[in-house]
């Protein structure tokens, strides 16, 4: 049974309006993209692959939620957004900030290794109105081609959240390119104790056991068979009571985008949440 303070998180990769997808397209699937979210009503949402289309066609549509980020090339307009979207009636915004995937991450459009494309980590720190609680909410989208790329981009992102979020609550949200096998998922999820920040795998915390049909990639189909490279990630101060790929679909078998959304829902563990500025 839900209650009134869960915290419902979702992380999705919408598909960009540049892609050659015919009936896949954006203009075809749009409707049932924002019902999909709608149907899940997340409170904190992590968007990849957003083009500047989509980014001002959710801004006109969404209007109960705010929006932090940058698109990636230039820290404006230009290529894709890792955007944030956060509920207004229950998050009071604090700071927003944005840092590049590469070995000068305060250059907009910087990238490094052997990164394809350039690569961003855009957060949000937000005050829970139910509760006073501060939580920072980071949401990325690792290389698609660049090994080295991928597991830098996780080191930095690992080494940076903690410096941000002050040892307070962590929500990590997004498309890795990368599955529970590989060393984004080990880098994220070390357990370095010279390190205040822990995080953990929402998604394998409610389902233990591993299954053969856990892909969150389909390409505009019903393929389920591979491994989850869409995380949700959160420090201990959360407890996950629900987690799904979210396999949603209109009636007329049209998908939302060519990836399934996960979703968790979380619970303030009996610690108390870190509150303040």
């Given amino acids: 049974m839900s209650q009134a303070n869960d915290l419902r998180v979702m992380s999705y990769n919408i598909r960009n309006t540049q892609a050659p997808d015919g009936p896949n397209h954006w203009v075809h699937r749009r409707d049932v993209w924002k019902a999909s979210v709608r149907a ?22 969404l209007g109960d939620y705010g929006f ?54 855009s957060w949000v720190r937000v005050r829970d109105r139910l509760n006073g609680a501060t939580l920072l909410h980071a949401n990325t989208h690792l290389d698609d081609m660049g090994t080295r790329a991928r597991a830098e981009g996780a ?20 498309d890795f390119n990368s599955t529970e096998v590989d060393e984004p998922y080990a880098a994220l999820l070390s ?30 189909s019903d393929r389920t068979e591979g491994r989850r490279i869409d995380w ?21 078998g049209r998908y939302p985008s060519d990836h399934y959304a996960v979703t968790a ?13």
């Fill in 265 to 277: 829902t979380f619970r303030w563990n009996d610690t108390r949440p870190p509150t303040g500025a």
């Fill in 191 to 220: 357990r370095d104790t010279s390190s205040d920040l822990q995080l953990s795998d929402s998604y394998r915390l409610v389902h233990p056991q591993a299954s053969a049909n856990e892909s969150t990639f389909h390409s505009f």
């Fill in 68 to 121: 932090a980020g940058v698109a990636r090339d230039d820290g404006k307009r230009s290529g894709e957004w890792a955007m944030i979207l956060y509920r207004l009636e229950r998050f009071e915004l604090l700071d927003v900030g944005n840092f590049w995937l590469s070995e000068t991450p305060a250059v907009a459009g910087s990238k490094s290794w052997d990164s394809k494309h350039v690569r961003i980590c």
């Fill in 232 to 252: 949700i990630l959160h420090s201990p101060h959360l407890a996950p009571v629900a987690a799904t790929i979210d396999r949603y679909r209109a009636a007329d």
């Fill in 155 to 174: 080191k930095l992102i690992r080494r940076v959240l903690p410096e941000l979020a002050g040892g307070g609550v962590v929500v990590l949200t997004g």
């Fill in 40 to 61: 899940f009503s997340p409170d904190l949402l992590g968007l990849q692959e957003v083009w500047v289309d989509q980014h001002d066609e959710l801004r006109e549509d």
